[in-house]
């Protein structure tokens, strides 16, 4: 079945930088899509970014645009997400995802990223 392990999550200052790990096994990682996702406390799920299966095509959310870049190894079947310019509303649990806007039964178990000062 599909296993997503999400790594690298922690508590950073504002302005700082983190990066994600989230390790796939159990599907062709190679064909799939992937995403990442966010939750705030108290509020709903928040897809921010997204790359498709080879890794040439990608999106961000207007509120991580320019400050978080997603990326992938197909050799090593993980996908990144690297957040920088950290804000006090990136605060929340991460998930990566296989494929976009897919059910939970397809998240890892999350990460959390806490921004405080």
């Known amino acids: 079945q599909v296993q997503l392990v999400e790594s690298g999550g922690g508590l950073v200052q504002p302005g700082g930088s983190l990066r994600l790990s989230c390790a796939a096994s159990?599907?062709?990682?190679?064909?799939?899509?992937m995403s990442w996702v966010r939750q705030a406390p108290g509020k709903g799920p928040e897809w921010v970014s997204f790359?498709?299966?080879?890794?040439?095509?990608?999106y961000y959310a207007d509120s991580v645009k320019g400050r978080f870049t997603i990326s992938r190894d197909n050799n090593k079947n993980t996908v990144y997400l690297q957040m920088s310019s950290l804000k006090f509303e990136d605060t929340g649990v991460y998930f990566c995802a296989m494929g976009w806007h897919t059910v939970r039964a397809y998240w890892g178990q999350g990460t959390q990223v806490t921004v405080s000062s």
């Open positions: 790359i498709n299966s080879s890794g040439g095509s990608t």
């Open positions: 159990g599907f062709t990682f190679g064909s799939s899509d």
